[in-house]
């Protein structure tokens, strides 16, 4: 199956299943029987390998000369279907290009499906002939160099500093979090279908979309729930996941049409919903999908978009081209891009990104989490950062007084009301001026990042320190404020890392 392939599968909502990791049954013979199976494996040709492809009941792969039926693995795969593209053939050459493979924990869920191996009669100098393959992200746009990018395929990468300094993030400085490659679509041909709980469905041309309904602006944060993911890991312990620091989060002004219009005009009754309308499921080109509670996307204050233009220009690819959802104050994993299908429905997305990736746990709950009882990240903790710190000597070389800038932001609408600043780790605290920002805001909430600005003496008490130790917290509007350390928030996905952020600042030799 090939990518595109892929993309076009309408049943692209990847479920996973509970308990998947559990031997094959094939397996569970009474000890006699393991003996005559160790005595005889089992040798496969790979002719009949290749009809276990991706449109097979049974797909299976090969890795070195083992082949391996993973059937009850696809549901439960991380990375969705697109595990099918290497169905009936060998998987080296799509983990050459996914290399987040490479590692013995996922060749341990590999082994646990083996079947059996190759026929000698089909290797060459011992091994299994490999087919070239097209790589997907071989149409990936061009990125701007002063992005801190962290893995190049899939492109993420985070807001440097000059970015995180400005209130409104110039399109080439926003940050880029791509699970998969960027599809190549066509925004003229390219279409989104509706879908309601009782089956019916409404499909609409972008064009359609642009012309048939009022538009409108919204300014908004998107923050992915890894931002800040290295203090929590630095602070407390490893967590898995992008080891971003404070730039997985950007501000842009959206232009598109309201989602509750399109939903009403596809036939939604949105005064008197269905009792099974509680979820509004996006999917997208690639394999990615999400969703959010019915009561956001209909909220006449929610200002859910679907948006053609950021900053004014068309959508860049990397940013969703053609059209993406953007669902303000909510954490940015549910804002989805190369948006395809809306789905309504009675349960979340089945998604790996909606069961499980976007949730945190109890700091002790690390080797197996209860994907299912913990509830999914939707609006966001109060967080905030120091993007920048500029120290002021006097004539004998010792800092005498320090400058510092950067953001705060929380989820839901919840404005920020006030930044404190300590320069002596949290005993001295200070109010820090909130920059106002205003005139470049469209919204019905506070659905964007305040930037703060602060200037103070040094030291705090008058008595010469080697190092300040610059820290600050916010506060938003329901009074929900950070908490101090990552201990207590520690979570193994390292999501949510909204402690106290710090900067060292050495102020005498
Ligand atoms: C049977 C073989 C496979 C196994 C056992 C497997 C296992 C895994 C595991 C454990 C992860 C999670 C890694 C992490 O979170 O650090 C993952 C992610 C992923 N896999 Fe696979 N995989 C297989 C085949 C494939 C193939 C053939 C592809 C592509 C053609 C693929 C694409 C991906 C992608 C894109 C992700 C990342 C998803 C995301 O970022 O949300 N996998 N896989
Ligand atoms: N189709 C699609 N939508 C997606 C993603 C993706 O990988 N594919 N990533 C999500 C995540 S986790 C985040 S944080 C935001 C990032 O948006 P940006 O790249 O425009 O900053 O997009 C979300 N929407
Ligand atoms: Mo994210």
Not at 123 to 152: H, S
Not at 216 to 234: E, I, P, Y
Not at 463 to 478: F, G, I, N, R
């Amino acid at each position: 199956m090939s990518w595109a392939a892929l993309a076009s599968r309408s049943a692209l909502a990847v479920g996973f299943a509970a308990g998947s990791l559990q031997l094959l049954s094939d397996d569970s013979y009474d000890n006699k029987h393991i003996k005559v199976k160790k005595a005889k494996i089992k040798t496969f040709r790979l002719a009949e390998v290749k009809q276990h492809d991706g449109s097979s009941k049974n797909p299976w792969v090969i890795r070195g000369t083992s082949v391996y039926d993973i059937t009850d693995w696809v549901q439960a795969h991380p990375g969705g279907e697109v595990i099918l593209t290497a169905a009936g053939g060998s998987l080296e050459p799509y983990w050459d290009i996914f290399t987040i493979h490479k590692r013995q924990d996922v060749y341990d869920i590999l082994e646990q499906y083996k079947i059996g191996e190759i026929d000698g009669a089909d290797l060459k100098d011992g091994r299994v002939p490999q087919d070239a393959i097209v790589d997907p992200f071989q149409n990936d746009p061009e990125r701007d160099v002063r992005l801190r990018t962290l893995t190049p395929r899939p492109r993420n990468a985070e807001t440097p500093e000059a970015g995180l300094r400005e209130f409104i993030t110039p399109n080439e400085l926003f940050y880029v979090r791509n699970h998969f490659w960027v599809p190549a679509v066509d925004g003229a041909e390219h279409k989104l279908t509706i879908e309601l709980t009782d089956g019916s469905e409404r499909t609409y041309t972008v064009k359609e979309l642009k012309e048939r309904f009022q538009k409108h602006k919204v300014t908004t944060t998107l923050q992915c729930a890894g931002n800040r993911r290295k203090s929590m890991t630095d602070g407390a312990a490893p967590t898995n996941g992008l080891q971003w620091k404070a730039g997985a989060i950007s501000t842009a002004e959206w232009e598109g049409v309201k989602l509750v219009d399109v939903l009403a005009d596809a036939g939604l009754d949105i005064k008197k919903l269905p009792a099974d309308a509680q979820h509004v499921h996006f999917s997208a080109m690639e394999a990615y999908g999400a969703s959010i509670p019915i009561r956001k996307a209909i909220d006449p204050w929610g200002d859910v978009l679907l948006a053609f233009e950021m900053n004014g220009a068309e959508l860049p690819r990397d940013h969703g081209y053609p059209v993406r959802v953007i669902v303000p104050g909510t954490v940015a994993a549910r804002s989805v891009k190369w948006l395809s299908q809306i789905t309504i429905s009675e349960d979340e997305s089945p998604t790996q990104w909606q069961q499980r990736d976007y949730k945190s746990f109890c700091p002790s709950e690390v080797k197996n989490p209860n994907w299912q009882k913990a509830r999914s990240i939707q609006e966001m903790p109060v967080t905030s950062a120091i993007t920048h710190v500029e120290p002021t000597t006097g004539s004998n070389g010792d800092v005498q007084s320090i400058s510092a800038e950067g953001y705060a932001y929380s989820g839901g609408g919840r404005e920020i009301i006030r930044v404190d600043v300590s320069a002596d780790g949290g005993k001295t605290w200070h109010e820090a001026e909130l920059l106002d920002d205003e005139a470049q805001m469209s919204g019905s909430r506070a659905w964007c990042w305040k930037r703060w600005k602060y200037e103070g003496q040094l030291p705090e008490d008058g008595k010469p320190v080697s190092e300040a130790v610059l820290v600050v917290k916010a506060t938003d509007e329901a009074y929900n404020t950070q908490p101090q350390t990552y201990e207590s928030i520690f979570n193994a996905r390292g999501n949510l890392a909204t402690a106290w952020d710090s900067a060292k600042v050495p102020c005498s030799g």
